[in-house]
């Protein structure tokens, strides 16, 4: 009896960073490790007593965004990085993206460290309670959900990474907006420079995955470019209308809808630049609440060693041990 031939074993390759597979990976790998942060390095304890002054309404609508904030960052460190990253031919972008979902894993927790500062273990529980049960946030998550989980071609791989994008960059915004808005007024600061820490990595987080999507955009002929480009917009449509209503069960109660709803607007149109699309909703910086504009900026900002940390503080990377030439001045 023959014996079967056998399959020839696959080549695994190791990544080799010193050949790069691309202009600007390891440009953005060497900009996530400068960003890297934790949350235990901000001292959350100096809001507790803003805390006390907020009336429970306002102190409902800040657990609820994020406990919402950690549903979305959830799935992205958990399903969307992880599955779009098995989709890269290159090992560098596949590393680039564990990076980022790694970190996207890091901002759930920093929530969950902001909780457990600001609220009883019961009210903690209360709040994942409303994560899993408040129906609109769940069909947003079902949306994003569902195209990182039906990834079998190029186009479908196209709009995977477009919702990707639509949830870094569009989608967070209306969970950011509070935080940034009190911390803009003085209150809850520390739990504010968090934020504008996840918004200094969910910036680049965007920008990279949308030249990905960018790139396997390119591939397709002018007429499938044209129809993924429409199904693209119809997503965020889907997204934007549950958005809006998201928004207004939220917000209203603190009148603050209308202010949200150009805010996300405004970062949905970013989202798309970021695919290299045109804008869609044309909301500019002027209608956007310009206390809360200030906190998108993610320039160095410099604190003070006895209040937060700053989002200027860089980890050292690069240590040598001192010579005595060093002290020759």
Known sequence: MRNKPSKPQPLFEAVNWNRPDDAYTKMFWDQNVRQFWVDEEIPLADDKLPWMTLRAEEKRVYEHVLGALTLLDTEQGSVGMPLLSQ??????????????????????????????????????????????????????????????????????????????????????????????????????????????LIIRD?????????????QVFERFSHRAQLEVRQEALGILERLERLEARYTAE????????????????????????????????????????????????TETKNHDFFSTKGNGYVKAIRVEPLRDEDFVF
């Open 87 to 196: 989709h890269m031919e290159s090992a560098q972008v596949r590393a680039v993206m564990g990076f980022m979902g790694a970190m996207e894993h890091m901002h759930a927790k920093s929530y969950s460290s902001i909780f457990s500062t600001l609220c009883t273990s019961t009210r903690i529980e209360e709040i994942f309670e409303w994560v899993r049960h408040n129906r609109l946030l769940q069909e947003k998550l079902a949306l994003v959900h569902e195209h990182y989980c039906n990834i079998w071609g190029q186009k479908s791989l196209y709009l995977a990474l477009c919702t990707s994008v639509f949830l870094e960059s569009y989608l967070f915004y209306s969970g950011f907006f509070y935080p940034l808005f009190l911390a803009g007024q003085g209150k809850l600061v520390n739990s504010g420079e968090i934020i504008n």
């Open 250 to 297: 939220l917000y209203a109660p603190i009148g603050l809808e209308e202010q949200v709803t150009r805010f996300c607007r405004y970062n949905a149109d970013k989202a798309l630049m970021n695919l290299g699309l045109e804008p869609y909703f044309g909301v500019g910086e002027e209608q956007v609440n310009p206390v809360v504009l200030g906190g998108l900026r």
């Open 202 to 214: 969910e910036s680049i987080h965007g920008v990279y995955v949308g030249l990905l999507a960018q």
